[in-house]
C-alpha cells in the first residue's frame, strides 16, 4: 500500500468490495450453476473495474477480498488489493476499504461489483458532484439500496449497503450535517441480483446500445432462454 501514502485528501479512490466467487449469487442459484455464477461474477467484476479505470480523475481503485480468483483479476485490471480479514458481510469489506484510505487522508467512491453497466462517464458525474457536496449516492433502481457511495473523507459515514441503504446512509448523512448529492443513471441504477435484473438487464442493453462483457455472457450461456423470455409475449421479447 505504498502508493496510498502519497495521497492527499483531494484524491479519491474506488473501492470495490468482492465476495467469494463460489458464494456470491446465490438467488440466481434457479438458473445458474455454482460454475455459472462464478463466471457471471468475475465478468461482472471485470467490466466494474475496466470502467473505473477509464475514469481518469481516480486516484486508483482498491479491490477488498478474500478470494484468490478476484483479487488476481483485480490485479489484470490494474487494481491494489486489500484481504478483507474475513470482515463481517459486504459492509464489513467496505469498511475495511474505507478504514485504509481514512487513515491516509484519501476519498472514496465506494462501488458494489455487480454493476456491470456504469461508464466511466457515470463514475465522472458522480466525482463532479463531489466537489459540491461531502457526500454523493447513486441509488439502486430496483430495492432502493446504494449503488455508489462517494465520500470527500472517507471515515465520514459508516457504510450500510443492503435494501433500502439509500435512505439510510442519506439519513445518516443528514445527522452528521453532511449534505448530499443525488447522481442518477441508467449505468448506475441497474444490479445483478435476481432473475428480474437479468430481464432488466436486456432492456437496458438495448436502451444504452453499448455492449459489455457482462452482456455477452448472458448471450453465450443463452440465459434469457433460461428464465422464461421465451413464454412472453413477442412484444415483450423485444422491449
Not at 455459472?36 to 481503485?61: Q, W
Request: aromatic residues 4%; hydrophobic residues 50%.
Amino acid at each position: 500500500m505504498d502508493r496510498l501514502g502519497a495521497v492527499d485528501a483531494r484524491n479519491v479512490w474506488a473501492v470495490v468490495p468482492v465476495k467469494a466467487f463460489s458464494h456470491a449469487k446465490r438467488r440466481l442459484a434457479p438458473v445458474l450453476s455454482e460454475a455459472e455464477r462464478a463466471a457471471l461474477v468475475r465478468t461482472m467484476l471485470v467490466d466494474v473495474l475496466t470502467a473505473l479505470h477509464a475514469t481518469s480523475r481516480l486516484a486508483g481503485i482498491l479491490v477488498v477480498t478474500s478470494d484468490p480468483q478476484a483479487a488476481r483479476t483485480a490485479a489484470l485490471c490494474d487494481a491494489q488489493v486489500v484481504d478483507d480479514n474475513e470482515a463481517d458481510g459486504l459492509n464489513g469489506a467496505v469498511r475495511r476499504g474505507l478504514d485504509i484510505l481514512d487513515a491516509s487522508k484519501a476519498g472514496a467512491l465506494v462501488v458494489p461489483a455487480d454493476i456491470p453497466f456504469a461508464t466511466a462517464s457515470d463514475y465522472s458525474a458522480v466525482l463532479d458532484l463531489l466537489t459540491h457536496y461531502p457526500v454523493v449516492l447513486a441509488p439502486a433502481s430496483s430495492d432502493g439500496g446504494t449503488n455508489a457511495l462517494a465520500l470527500r473523507q472517507a471515515g465520514s459515514l459508516k457504510p450500510c449497503f443492503g435494501e433500502d441503504s439509500f435512505n439510510v446512509h442519506r439519513a445518516q448523512a443528514a445527522r452528521a450535517g453532511l449534505a448530499v448529492g443525488i447522481a442518477r443513471s441508467e449505468g448506475l441504477g441497474h444490479d445483478i441480483d435476481r432473475i428480474d435484473d437479468i430481464l432488466a438487464a436486456r432492456k437496458l442493453r438495448r436502451k444504452l446500445k453499448t455492449a459489455s462483457s457482462t452482456s455477452a455472457l448472458f448471450g453465450e450461456i443463452d440465459l434469457i432462454r433460461r428464465v422464461g423470455l421465451d413464454a412472453l409475449p413477442v412484444a415483450a421479447r423485444y422491449m
